[in-house]
């Protein structure tokens, strides 16, 4: 990558040859006759370049050297003779340095951005014209036999044009754009060329040089100082050459009279002088105009800010009594935005009970005669009666005379309401101390409560006692040797002088009458702003019967525990007793039922359809039984943390289809629409097949229990959409539903709806529950959303197997099962 300062260099060197290039064809285009060219737009170029990069002295030095170079070479090639040649050298580097030393004396940066700005360059300009008039007049006159005055004007309007027109480019090189370009500058460009090509064409004679001059003001106007600068360039460089080649007022009026070629080109550049001049005054007025609106909008934007922000109300009213301006603040109180307030008169919205006050004082504006402080109480919407200190200020004019009132004011309501408070507070605290000290200890603030724990009155001990004199001697004299300290009131605080925000500990107090009181002290510190303490504040609790009701509060607390552990041994007890029945009866209930389906299978004989009727009950009321002791079986062991689950890989597919068929037997015997679907790539999940299966049975009889015949039960088992790491199992009915206020306890153990008792629908209440358990020991949730008399939607998520494997051979597909056995 190529250094800055190799950079520099190479830029210095492309502008040298442009110094010498813009010579040569400077001379070229010098008129028939005369002795110094027509314009030197060299000298423009070099001082441009020089103002943009601002190189330092040694290469600014260097970069002046070069000027005079290449400037003797270009009067060289253009004809000249040698010692000519190079006095023009000399001249041209003089000029560029005193511009440029100019410019930039102090260590100032070359700008255009305020009026003061332009006349430096106006000056820096005439004084290099200056420079180079005299050294170029000297060297016509004493080489050439010309004559002094008239090649001195020449060369110094030729040379001061071109600085004057090209050395804003290299100032306005770090200017940013004050708009993108849009149709308007399209078409003042070509309106800016146009004019300016049509003026100093060859066959125009009229006298119409200022006609390109509208156009430039009207991009100083609008287009910012780049595009002025380089419009600028634009026409010289157009009127330049058109007038060197014969087009063009000037050249007309050389030809119509007996104007001499000096005279010529002194009109041309006094031409472009008058545009630059004119075009750059306006174009730096402008800058300077945006940039003040730009300033106003930004101070007024602060303003607003400011005001708005300010917790106070803030009101300018003037000498009439009509709101000028307010903040947010003001309008909140007021309860009308800004804008409907603004024009209004202040006695007709302000929110007072009479309505003479709600005049700034009840005086006169212009008089003076407003009160610099007073107190309202305003009438707020939504927030009551407010107690508002108001403070006056008047703005004048230049004259001294009063235009304004500025209203300032701070809501004290809630700032009197909790002194108020604290008052009352203090005062009201009858049953608890609160003594304020000084830094010595002597007692400041003696409350009513202090008064009753102690039975001194504040009048007796308030600037006279130390409050150490009111505890226990002996108590303070152990503290201080705890502490290494003298007895007395620093035993109290040393801990509070020491840093600690507060310090609480059991105290005993001695009464006037010689009683003594257990009391719990809090200690805090009193600071000021700077938060320098400056007393001590102790708040005093008579704990004395509570320290005795502690003791026997401890005492019915030994006893609640040992109550506790009895009846925690009595519920393990019980629990222990449940799964042992459960247990015991789970036997002969299979016994039972074994026999049952005997019977129905004609062991015993064939039975009457009465008898198949009777013996199908007993099946039936039978399994309801075995399921119930299941039930508390499992429940016991959820109780009791012992839910033992097998997990292994298992599709879940398979479970689902296997709950449903285990409750097609009751599904069989009632009316009901069935519909299941199951997705038709495996459910890989891990987790124990058969307590899963327990899930969804039970998911399922409660939807068939809770549906009426003609009703629809659906089960639904696929990959969750929401969360590709799930998989959900939905089962879903029409039947009675779920009051909201109940769709969390339903998963309680025991728990019934009052529906479901009134409707006499059988059951223990422990079903849900199970769900929950087996869904939460699988990583996974249960939800419920349901609507009285809608139906109920119940929703399991379960997290998918972490490690992939093939299907089993019997791959579960997707099946709807639509039956309606009416």
């Not at 063009?248 to 002088?273: H, K, N, Y």
Request: proline share 4%.
């Amino acid at each position: 990558m190529t250094s800055p300062r190799l950079q520099w260099w190479t830029a210095a060197a492309l502008t040298l040859v442009g110094v010498c290039v813009l010579g040569v064809t400077s001379v070229h285009f010098a008129l028939p006759g005369s002795t110094v060219a027509l314009w030197w737009p060299a000298a423009g170029l070099a001082v441009a370049f020089l103002l943009a990069t601002d190189p330092g002295p040694r290469r600014s030095t260097a970069f002046v050297v070069g000027v005079l170079v290449s400037s003797a070479a270009a009067n060289a090639f253009g004809g000249r003779p040698g010692l000519v040649s190079v006095l023009y050298g000399v001249a041209n580097a003089a000029e560029v340095a005193v511009v440029h030393g100019l410019m930039t004396a102090r260590g100032r940066r070359p700008r255009l951005a305020s009026m003061d700005d332009l006349w430096r360059l106006i000056a820096a300009t005439l004084t290099g014209a200056a420079v180079i008039g005299l050294l170029a007049g000297l060297t016509a006159h004493l080489v050439l036999d010309g004559s002094f005055l008239d090649s001195a004007s020449a060369a110094a309007s030729s040379h001061g044009a071109a600085v004057l027109v090209i050395a804003p480019l290299g100032i306005a090189v770090g200017i940013r754009r004050v708009r993108r370009p849009a149709l308007e500058d399209l078409v003042q460009w070509v309106a800016v060329v146009g004019v300016t090509l049509w003026v100093f064409h060859e066959d125009q004679p009229l006298p119409l040089a200022f006609l390109p001059i509208p156009g430039l003001v009207w991009g100083a106007l609008r287009l910012g100082l780049r595009t002025v600068a380089m419009q600028l360039l634009v026409v010289c460089i157009v009127s330049v050459t058109m007038t060197g080649l014969g087009g063009g007022p000037f050249a007309a009026a050389r030809e119509v009279g007996t104007i001499r070629p000096e005279t010529v080109g002194a009109l041309t550049q006094a031409f472009l002088a008058t545009a630059a001049v004119t075009a750059l005054a306006l174009a730096v007025a402008s800058t300077q105009r945006r940039a003040a609106l730009a300033e106003l909008r930004s101070e007024v934007e602060l303003s607003g800010v400011v005001l708005d922000t300010a917790a106070s109300a803030i009101i300018v009213v003037d000498v009439s009594g009509t709101i000028a301006r307010l903040n947010a603040t003001a309008a909140r109180l007021l309860g009308a935005p800004e804008d409907q307030l603004v024009g209004r008169r202040a006695a007709d919205v302000f929110p007072v009970d009479v309505r003479h006050a709600a005049s700034p004082g009840g005086g006169s504006i212009a008089d003076g005669t407003v009160p610099l402080h007073e107190e309202q109480d305003w009438h707020v919407a939504g927030l009551g009666v407010r107690h508002l200190v108001w403070t006056n200020a008047y703005l004048t004019d230049d004259d001294g005379r009063r235009t304004h009132l500025v209203r300032t004011g701070a809501d004290v309501t809630d700032e009197r309401a909790a002194r108020t408070f604290v008052e009352a507070v203090l005062e009201a605290a009858t049953a608890t101390a609160i003594i304020g000290t000084g830094l010595d200890g002597v007692i400041t603030l003696f409350n009513r409560g202090a008064e009753t724990v102690l039975g001194w009155r504040a009048a007796e001990v308030v600037g006279t006692h130390d409050w150490s004199l009111v505890h226990d001697a002996a108590e303070i004299e152990r503290r201080a040797d705890e502490l290494g300290l003298e007895p007395g009131f620093e035993v109290l605080v040393h801990r509070v002088r020491g840093g600690a925000a507060t310090e609480t500990r059991d105290w005993t107090f001695v009464r006037q009458d010689g009683a003594r009181r257990t009391v719990s002290l809090t200690m805090s510190g009193i600071r000021d702003e700077s938060g320098a303490l400056t007393g001590y504040l102790g708040v005093a609790e008579d704990v004395t019967r509570r320290r005795q009701a502690e003791v026997a509060l401890q005492v019915a607390l030994d006893r609640e525990r040992q109550a506790v552990e009895e009846l925690t041994a009595l519920d393990r007890t019980k629990s222990d007793f449940v799964s042992s029945v459960s247990h015991e009866l789970r036997t002969p209930l299979a016994s039972v039922l074994g026999y049952a389906e005997m019977l129905e299978d004609g062991a015993a004989g064939p039975l009457t359809e009465r008898q198949l009727e009777l013996v199908a009950r007993v099946d039936r009321n039978g399994r309801r039984l075995l399921s119930l002791i299941e039930d508390l079986l499992l429940h016991s062991r959820i109780e009791a943390g012992r839910l033992e689950l097998q997990p292994r890989r298992c599709d879940l597919s398979d479970v689902v289809a296997s709950a449903w068929t285990s409750v097609e037997t009751v599904t069989s015997q009632r009316e009901l629409v069935r519909e299941v679907d199951v997705s038709p790539r495996p459910l890989w999940i891990e987790g124990d097949p058969a307590a899963l299966e327990r899930m969804v049975t039970n998911l399922l009889s409660n939807a068939v229990k809770f549906t009426p015949d003609g009703g629809r039960v659906t089960l639904v088992a696929h990959p969750d959409d929401r969360c590709p790491d799930a998989v959900r199992v939905v089962v879903s009915d029409t039947g009675m539903g779920i009051p909201r206020a109940d769709h969390e306890r339903v998963f309680a153990r025991f728990f019934r709806s009052n529906a479901a008792n009134e409707r006499a629908i059988q059951g223990s209440g422990l079903g849900l529950s199970i769900v929950r358990a087996i869904a939460e020991g699988h990583g996974g949730s249960v939800s419920v959303d349901s609507t009285p008399d809608v139906g109920s939607t119940f929703t399991v998520s379960l997290p998918v197997s972490g490690s992939a494997g093939p299907a089993p051979a019997s791959a579960s597909g997707t099946y709807r099962d639509h039956q309606d056995d009416s």
